[in-house]
């Protein structure tokens, strides 16, 4: 079983955690490029990209299917967020 990915996770949360936002997407997308399937990953990058105001984040996690794991009522919330900045940035709502 490969590990790598893991370091990059923690890396990227610790990064976000800091407030260091730009980092934190930098090591999330080279990870989420690297290990594709894996959505723990996946879930992190949309994470930083909502942080750093990404509409690609609503449409990263609109194309993954996340299954219920512990934690797993945050997915909504980031989901509910991202498509709350999506419809900012597109003037139907005003934040």
Not at 51 to 75: C, D, I, V, W
Request: hydrophobic share 40%; with cysteine.
């Amino acid at each position: 079983m490969e590990k790598g990915w893991r370091y990059g996770k923690l890396l990227a949360q610790e990064y976000l955690a800091q407030g260091h936002l730009q980092e934190a997407l930098m090591i999330a997308t080279k990870y989420h490029q690297d290990y594709p399937a894996n959505d723990g990953v996946a879930f992190l990058l949309a994470k930083c990209m909502i942080e750093n105001k990404y509409e690609a984040a609503y449409t990263l996690l609109m194309s993954k299917t996340f299954l219920p794991n512990e934690g797993s009522t945050e997915g909504a919330v980031f989901v509910s967020r991202s498509d709350a900045d999506a419809a900012s940035d597109t003037g139907y709502v005003q934040k």
